[in-house]
């Protein structure tokens, strides 16, 4: 279930700093389909993806982590 809270917190991120998931997975350099199912907790990023997710969205690794965003 790791992968599933990773792909909610990176969804929720990217969509509270405004990213479509092209743009995002344009800055990463990966395609839109890994970057989907990294949302929809199928892939469970590595952790340079992580770091560079954490930079894009300036924030801490640790509060990507532990940011959760109400609907």
């Keep these: 279930m790791e992968e599933e809270k990773w ?3 990176i969804r929720a991120f990217r969509k509270l700093k405004g990213f479509t998931q092209e743009g995002l997975a344009r800055e990463l350099g990966i395609s839109v389909s890994i ?4 949302e929809r907790g199928n ?11 954490a ?10 982590t532990q940011h959760y965003v109400r609907r």
């Design 43 to 53: 892939r469970k990023p590595k952790e340079e993806l992580i770091k560079k997710i």
């Design 7 to 9: 792909g909610r917190r």
């Design 55 to 64: 930079t894009i969205f300036q924030v801490s690794i640790d509060e990507l």
């Design 35 to 38: 970057l989907g199912e990294i």
